[in-house]
């Protein structure tokens, strides 16, 4: 309950986001983020109050002493099985702030003129698309799923010189388009990870 309450913060969600790419300070993170040192202490202490994140290292001393953070493990697995439905209510919160920050970040690509790369390929991606998987194709998208974010886990730290890529992927039940509606069948709970 606590890291979901935690992360409903799109500012939060950046903060997990850079110290993936390791270990960081408030200054440093500050210094990445364009934010102030002052605002992301009040959201380290809650992503450690949470269980988000732990201090690996302490730098300096006096005025100059500084914490450094990284990702506690297994701080953002889940399964959505688990859930109660106020942890529910609170994983929709995280998602839309999730969805947010991404339209931000999108945003601020188009007004950059980022969206294409210097050779002509496109930087920035969106689709949106409506099916009705069976079983094995829905395990199908979650092995791909995986796989993308395993591409993206082994590329961090690496490839300093190349751009900054965010990816959000969100699969949800739809509303039914026109007049072909099914007969829905018993409510499952699916089974998900956030990392």
Do not use: C
């Amino acid at each position: 309950m606590a890291a979901l309450k935690a992360i409903a913060s799109p500012v939060r969600q950046e903060l997990i986001s850079e110290i993936g790419h390791g270990g960081a300070s408030a200054r440093e993170l500050a210094e990445r983020l364009g934010r102030s040192r002052q605002a992301l202490h009040f959201h380290l202490g809650a992503l450690e109050r949470a269980g988000l994140v732990r201090v690996i290292e302490e730098r300096g001393t006096g005025r100059e002493a500084e914490r450094v953070y990284a990702i506690a493990p297994d701080a953002l697995k889940f399964t959505a099985s688990q859930l109660s439905a106020r942890e529910w209510g609170l994983a929709a919160r995280a998602t839309r702030s999730m969805l947010r920050l991404t339209s931000r970040e999108f945003d601020a690509a188009a007004e950059r003129g980022e969206l294409v790369s210097e050779s002509g390929k496109p930087m920035a991606m969106a689709l949106r698309a409506k099916a009705r998987l069976d079983e094995a194709g829905r395990e199908r998208f979650h092995r791909l799923i995986r796989e993308m974010m395993d591409l993206f886990r082994a590329a961090k730290g690496k490839n300093s010189s190349e751009r900054m890529l965010a990816v959000t992927v969100v699969l949800t039940p739809a509303r039914e388009s026109g007049g072909s509606k099914k007969k829905s069948g018993p409510k499952t709970k699916a089974t998900g990870r956030r990392s």
